[in-house]
């Protein structure tokens, strides 16, 4: 993969930013599980953007695209933009397939409203395997936690509450812990939901997005906004 260098004004520092500058195709079906239950977990603290890790999207999502520019490093922080006067974001997953085990981010949000970030974890096909934290990019508070499983058009469980703090003026630690038959949400290390049935029980791809669902409004920033993540971790278990 080839990389280049980008100014994002915006960006912490006003720092030097690398770019994906050619699309990565994504990783099929032939990562297998007991690849992945081999793996014990990385930190990544964003130094760079590392392509052995990382698949940056690019495809049509919600109201707008996930466009590969928008998704860089700088200053040891990740930067996902959602671009002035569009309904575009970025998306990046991992090349890796991982399993149960506890993945944590410490993020802070775009105030972009009728946006979302997105912290979750999914494999194809659709409805089979998926678990999600889901926050939206506004002072609200407001977030989501679901699971999908066994195939069905309608999470498994869904729940809608919302946190204790702005997620847009700080940075907070996200958290799902994932077990054989369980999974619980946590921010800041407090417990927010669990369920012990209906959860998938498959090794799955790590993603994390900031975009535009077709369910909310549609408004598009004045300026650039930007989710940061700080660092991603993924603890076996």
């Known amino acids: 993969m080839r990389w280049g ?11 030097r ?12 079906a032939g990562v297998s599980a007991a690849a992945a239950a081999r ?26 695209t996930l466009d590969p520019s ?18 575009d974001g970025g998306e990046m997953r991992t090349r890796s397939l991982y399993g149960f085990g506890t993945y944590r981010a410490l993020m802070k949000l775009a ?6 970030t997105a912290f979750f974890l999914y494999k194809r096909p659709d409805y089979q395997q998926e678990i999600d934290i889901e926050l939206f990019n506004d002072p609200s508070g407001k977030v989501m936690f679901s699971t999908w499983s066994g195939g069905s058009t309608t999470p498994t469980h869904t729940v809608t509450t ?11 630690e996200y958290a ?34 900031a975009w535009f669902p077709s369910w909310l409004a549609g ?16 603890t076996s278990g």
């Not at 260098?5 to 720092?15: A, E, L, S, T």
């Not at 700088?74 to 006067?85: F, V």
């Not at 919302?162 to 907070?172: A, I, K, R, V």
């Not at 408004?219 to 993924?234: F, K, L, M, N």
């Open 5 to 15: 260098v980008r100014q994002f004004p915006g960006m912490p520092g006003g720092g």
């Open 17 to 28: 930013i690398f770019l994906a500058a050619m699309v990565v195709v994504v990783v099929g």
């Open 39 to 64: 793996s014990n977990g990385f930190r990544d603290d964003f130094a760079t953007l590392d392509s052995s890790r990382w698949v940056v999207s690019s495809r049509p999502f919600g109201y707008g």
């Open 70 to 87: 928008n998704v860089a490093v700088a200053n040891g922080q990740l930067g996902i933009r959602l671009p002035a006067g569009t309904r």
């Open 111 to 116: 105030n972009a409203p009728s946006s979302l």
């Open 162 to 172: 919302q946190l204790p703090f702005d997620p847009t003026t700080s940075y907070h």
């Open 176 to 209: 799902i812990d994932y077990r054989s038959g369980s999974v619980r949400f946590l921010v800041d290390g407090t417990p927010m939901q669990s369920w012990s049935s209906g959860v998938p029980r498959s090794s799955m791809y790590l993603y994390l997005n």
């Open 219 to 234: 408004q598009a920033p004045t300026g650039d906004r930007y989710t940061y993540a700080d660092w991603i971790e993924y």
